[in-house]
């Protein structure tokens, strides 16, 4: 049996998602209860502000800047409370915090704008993406647990927001992250592609689905696929992962080896299920199909899964 570790590609398919240039030093051994505070009054510091699944940008020439300055952020009514310290970058520390203006109210200078045009339009870099997807995840997960979960007690936010501690009965609580299979069930001549009710216009995507506690990874991949296509799986190999932080999932790439033809689509979950071609598929990722059919854009774990697929040998 070959030792696959040796084969593997220098640089692994995860490097080239969406969400995955996240620079941050993220120091985890050093957060201490006071790192927001003191990462704060480092004059070095830079903030990305949020507020209801929108990042805060300042606008110049055309061109997002998502990085503001301490003093910068003050007009829009930070919760420094409430941030999270992302860690140390090059520049110094790298915070997110939740800010209280509305929209409605910021200066034609500043715009918000929810994460998924900010990622899907590229308005800002990799390193700056990577960073939003961290502090967006942190960030949902401490508005939505701000109760203990064992006493229901008011908890507090510790080691610069990487926990949270219930000051009631001491339980200390964690992010989560949720993992999600993504999977392209292939041959070498076609692959299964679904489409979602939610789906734009013309898009088909690989199927995806929660993994569930108990469960691993090719377990969940190959459940999900015969639920979702009625397909058995044979094989199931793990090709790339995708912070996504919508709020906060893990998406785990993986292909699979079909071992039946005939779909049974659930149409609970999908408007169509069906068996594409290479060819057909190429046409997609290149936006030339003859009826406008498309894969998803170049950013999402889907479309490395599928160009993988379709430049295989
Ligand atoms: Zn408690």
């Given at each position: 049996m070959t030792f696959r570790l040796f084969d593997a590609?220098?640089?692994?398919?995860?490097?080239?998602?969406?969400?995955?240039g996240n620079t941050i030093d993220r120091q985890s051994e050093n957060r201490a209860d006071d790192s927001v505070e003191k990462a704060l009054a480092d004059t070095r510091a830079r903030l990305l502000p949020m507020h209801g699944g929108r990042l805060y940008l300042k606008l110049s020439d055309g061109n997002f800047d998502p990085w503001f300055d301490v003093a910068g952020s003050e007009l829009l009514q930070p919760s420094f409370e409430q941030g999270v310290l992302l860690g140390v970058s090059d520049s110094g520390p790298v915070l997110a915090v939740p800010v209280?203006?509305?929209?409605?109210?910021?200066?034609?200078t500043i715009k918000a704008i929810d994460y998924r045009s900010v990622y899907m339009q590229g308005l800002i870099d990799e390193a700056a993406a990577g960073a939003l997807a961290q502090g967006a995840a942190l960030l949902a997960w401490h508005a939505s647990h701000r109760?203990?979960?064992?006493?229901?007690h008011e908890s507090q936010m510790r080691a610069g927001g990487y926990k949270r501690h219930c000051p009631n009965c001491s339980t200390e609580h964690f992010p989560r992250t949720d993992p999600v299979a993504i999977m392209l069930t292939a041959t070498p001549e076609k692959c299964l592609l679904g489409r979602g009710?939610?789906?734009?216009?013309g898009m088909y995507s690989a199927l995806a689905g929660f993994i569930e506690p108990g469960e691993t990874i090719e377990a969940a991949v190959r459940r999900e696929t015969l639920e979702e296509a009625g397909i058995r799986l044979g094989r199931v190999v793990y090709h790339a992962s995708q912070p996504w932080p919508f709020p906060y999932s893990l998406m785990i790439g993986c292909f699979g080896e079909p071992l039946n033809d005939d779909i049974q689509a659930d149409l609970n979950e999908l408007e169509d299920c069906r068996w594409f071609f290479r060819d057909e598929v190429r046409s997609m990722l290149e936006r030339t199909h003859k009826d406008n059919l498309v894969t998803p854009p170049k950013g999402a774990i889907a479309h490395h899964l599928i160009r993988a697929w379709v430049d295989s040998e």
């Open positions: 590609p220098l640089r692994e398919p995860s490097q080239f998602v969406g969400f995955a209280g203006l509305d929209p409605e109210q910021l200066p034609e109760f203990c979960s064992k006493c229901g009710r939610h789906f734009g216009p």
